[in-house]
């Protein structure tokens, strides 16, 4: 009986990488790690061998450039992952220039051989293999032989037990080469610009014997390394409460508790939509502040004008507190995956409750060119992930007040939410005033009444219906004439 053969594998200490390697990256097997010029495949190789060298387990970094290591090392130092007392402890980098122009691969072959079995590495990176492969092609040598290069530096590899990295620039993954065939794994970056943002991406193209995160990932390069963000796992259904009654929310307005029904349930996505002035930021900052006096503590994206204590002191004081967290990314190159990562980050630190985000029209902005193609995609994989963290979500959404037509999200999603608010401004007596309405709670009996609101101080304040006027949803509203004891 045959005896299932149990694959170790390695974290490589970057973050979101293992996640998107299916569990991190198999332990003795044979890599490539490929891309254009500039798109971190030098600065992902050292961060995994800076986390994965030990003393026990040496590395050994051959570089086969024409600039000398010492000048890669320079870079590399402005990286928070690199430690000067691994050097020569841990990681021992080797110079294969000069074999390398010789462009005999055999040579550069024997060199790796003598090199691996004097220091027994458990991990061997070879940067840039590429340069190997276009040496050899300009010399006329017959003994150059590619593809048994190839199989035989993989084999070796292998028997010695060493989990092997080749670092190349390719620009097709239609290249016809046979190192696509022997490699385990093939990790395949790319950067692309578009207006004034570069946005920089992972592929995991191929990596035997596990199942890694299909598509292309978004990653970011900064002082601390490469971040990866995989998409937010989603790993059940969502659906509405079952049992009864539904545990709900205050949001701080009591009116607009009774409105919804008693308040927002527990878990549920809130839409409040609305043009701008009606008061969206405001219900959003009061709902973060009723949780907190409850003892809940809360999460706030915001992609407009950060709370400040000028225009919001309430909400600015529980962030200053910590009893709100705060994610305020301002970078170009900005993907939905990564604020969901922050949202998540944000959400575990302060075992936070509820979440807001505003407003979803300042998030399309706030996203790279090239991400808002899919935002409603995107939108579905946010809220749906959120749902899975188990937090209470109210979401803000910039309308135009159009009045011919009455629509709840300019991109086509209010169908995600689990509530939605709408807010309208009317004309009544050449004033402008607000009016509210509960347009939808799953699975839960809601009010159905347009109330006009004002602002003060002390926030949002529901009034009454206006039932002498009708027409309100088309702006102007017409006054009703009394006929008898009806209005006609």
């Known amino acids: 009986m045959s005896t299932k053969v149990t694959i170790n594998r390695l974290a490589t200490g970057v973050p979101g990488l293992d996640e998107v390697l299916g569990g991190g990256l198999p332990e003795f097997s044979f890599n490539l790690i490929a891309g254009p010029p500039g798109c971190g495949k030098t ?111 993989g084999m070796l590899m292998t028997t010695w037990q060493a989990t092997t990295f080749l670092i190349g620039e390719y620009f097709t993954e239609t290249d016809t080469n046979p190192i696509f065939t022997v490699a385990d794994g093939l990790i395949w970056l790319r950067q692309s610009v578009e207006r004034n943002s570069m946005v920089r991406k992972m592929e995991i193209m191929k990596m035997r014997g596990q199942p890694t995160l299909p598509g292309l990932h978004t990653f970011r390069i900064a002082t601390t390394g490469i971040n990866v963000f995989p998409p937010a796992a989603i790993n059940r259904l969502i659906e509405a409460p079952s049992t009864f009654p539904i545990t709900r929310l205050k949001m701080g307005v009591p009116a607009l508790d009774e409105m919804l029904g008693g308040g927002l349930p527990r878990g549920y996505s809130l839409l409040v ?68 990562q922050l949202l998540l980050g944000e959400i575990s630190r302060l075992n936070a409750t509820r979440v807001v985000i505003d407003s979803l029209s300042g998030f399309e902005l706030a996203l790279a060119p090239t991400f808002r193609a899919d935002f409603r995609e995107s939108l579905s994989r946010m809220v749906t992930a ?90 102007r509203p017409t006054k009703q004439v009394l006929v008898g004891d009806k209005h006609v």
């Open 273 to 340: 939509a609305g043009p701008s002035g009606s008061g969206k930021s405001i219900l959003a900052a009061t709902f973060l502040a009723e949780g907190a006096r409850n003892g809940e503590t809360g999460v706030i994206a915001v992609f407009e004008q950060r709370p400040n204590h000028s225009q919001n002191p309430k909400l600015a004081e529980l962030i200053k507190n910590g009893q709100v967290g705060l994610v305020d990314s301002r970078a170009p190159d900005l993907s939905i995956d990564e604020i969901v």
């Open 43 to 153: 600065t992902l190789a050292h961060q995994m061998m800076f986390a994965l060298a030990t003393p026990e387990r040496p590395a050994l970094f051959f570089t086969v450039l024409g600039e000398p290591p010492l000048k890669m090392l320079r870079y590399q130092q402005q990286f928070d992952f690199f430690d000067d007392e691994a050097i020569n402890r841990s990681i021992r980098y080797i110079n294969l220039a000069d074999d390398t122009l010789a462009g005999d691969l055999d040579e550069v072959l024997r060199r790796i051989v003598s090199e691996v079995e004097a220091h027994s590495p458990s991990l061997v990176f070879v940067d840039s293999f590429r340069s190997v492969v276009l040496a050899s092609q300009t010399q006329h040598n017959p003994n150059n032989n590619l593809p048994q290069f190839i199989q035989q530096l």
């Open 386 to 475: 959120l749902a899975v963290a188990g937090v209470s979500v109210l979401m803000t959404s910039e309308l135009e007040d159009r009045y011919t037509d009455l629509r709840f999200s300019p991109y086509g999603t209010a169908f995600l939410t689990d509530a939605i608010i709408v807010q309208r401004y009317i004309e009544v007596e050449s004033r402008l005033l607000r009016i509210m309405a509960v347009v939808k709670v799953r699975a839960s009996a809601h009010s159905d009444q347009l109330r006009q609101y004002h602002i003060d101080d002390n926030g949002l304040q529901i009034r009454d219906m206006l039932p002498e006027q009708e027409g309100l949803l088309g702006g």
